[in-house]
Structure formats: C-alpha cells, structure tokens
C-alpha cells in the first residue's frame, strides 16, 4: 500500500500557504530592489571617497531628524549635483513607501523599530486630527503633507498618515512619490541656483537658507495662530 507524504488535507493547506509565504517574502525584498540601480550608478560615476560620502547622507536621510531640507543642500554645499542628491532622495522615499506600504501589518512585530513605527503612527493620527485640513482635502492633503518640508513629513510618514485617512495604498503611493520627486525637485533646483548666484560663497548659501527657513516659520505660526482666532 503507497502511503502519501502529507494527509490530503493537509497538503492542500501546506500548498494553500505556500503561495502567500513566498509572497510575503517578495513584500520585504521587493522595496530594496530600488537601491540596485542607484548603486550601481553610484559605483559609475562617483570614485570611492566620494562614494562612501554620498551615501553617508542617505543614511542621514533615512535616519531622524534629518530631512529634504537638511540633505539636500549639504550635498550640493559638499560639490554634488542638484539632480543626483534629488534623484537619490526620491529613490529612498519610494522604496520607503513601498515597503511600509506592503509590510505594514508586520512592521509592529520588528523588534526596536516596531516600537519607533508606534509612535509615528499614533504621531500621524494627532495629526490627521488636529490638522482636518489634510483629511478634508484627502489625497491632495495628502499631497501636500508630503510636498513641504516639514518636520516628520516624509515618505514612511505620509504612507502611515494615508492609511489613518483610510486611503487605498495605490493612489496613496502614487500620491506620496509624486509629493515627494517635486519637493525633491523643487528644493535641489532652488538650492543649485542659489548655490550659482552666491558664487558657491558657502556662508551666504546658509544665510539666504536661514532667512528661508524663519520665514516659513513665521508664516506658519501666523497662520495658525489666524485660524486658531477665527474658531
């Protein structure tokens, strides 16, 4: 008598399963498959100090509390070009939102980072409620949050804040990656062309960055505190 390896239900549940694990594993691989190229375009065109240099702003970009608006005009300040540090910025946002856009049931589950995704996803539910701004306006809101270079904006952020506003996560990365190559885009070429008019005079490229900066500040708080009035 041929005896089977697997009880019948229980191989139709192993091959049931099997499929999904597979592509669970693909979930996770998948996002860093976004580095392959820039890597590669790296190894091209930049020699090995330089190299090492440039992606040690990456990981500073990755890791809080630096941003767009950090990075960005250290790199062009350190002699690289407007659309390289942009084109790398935008790479690592995409590959961000994807990967917490595919992962996002199982990220909790990480040890230490798990604990940090927590507390930006309750972050991201004060902000959807004290800005109804951002809910109201939905995926432009969306937009938006992720299009200004504020303080916890990015792309692991915004794809939180979507899936607090209940937004689907296809129109929400497509959203989130749009806000993110114009901001990069915006910010660089700024950057650059102030970078060209001060004559790369590193001391009046901080300074006009500076007053920028104040500026938005105060416009925000005034804004805020005019809307704060209105109510």
């Known amino acids: 008598m041929q005896i089977s390896s697997l009880p019948e239900d229980l191989e139709k549940t192993y091959d ?13 691989i998948s ?18 100090g330089r190299m090492l240099q440039f992606l040690s702003l990456l990981a500073a970009y990755v890791i ?17 070009d407007w659309w390289m540090i942009a084109s790398a910025v ?16 199982h990220i909790a589950k990480i040890p230490w980072f798990g604990e940090i995704f927590m507390k930006c996803n309750e972050s991201m539910k004060r902000i959807s409620e004290t800005n109804s701004w951002i809910s109201r306006l939905s ?7 992720i299009f200004f270079p504020l303080q916890g904006s990015g792309a692991i952020n915004g794809t939180i804040l979507s899936r607090v506003m209940g937004i689907s996560p296809r129109p929400a990365f497509l959203c989130i990656i749009a806000g993110s190559g114009l ?17 790369h005079n590193i001391v009046a490229i901080i300074t006009i960055l500076l007053l ?9 708080y005034l804004h805020k505190a005019r809307g704060s009035y209105c109510r």
């Open 212 to 220: 920028i900066i104040i500026g938005a500040i105060v416009i925000f």
């Open 31 to 48: 996002p860093f498959l976004f580095f392959l190229p820039l890597l590669f375009l790296l190894l091209l065109m930049l020699p090995e």
């Open 16 to 28: 049931s399963k099997r499929p999904l694990i597979w592509t669970e594993i693909a979930y996770i």
């Open 90 to 105: 935008f790479i690592i946002d995409c590959a961000s939102a994807c990967f917490i856009a595919m992962n996002f049931h």
């Open 183 to 199: 901001s990069a885009l915006t910010i660089a070429s700024g950057i650059a062309l102030i970078d060209s008019f001060t004559g």
């Open 139 to 145: 995926l432009f809101g969306l937009f938006l949050f």
């Open 64 to 80: 809080p509390p630096a941003g767009k608006e950090s990075v960005i005009p250290c790199a062009i300040i350190l002699g690289y």
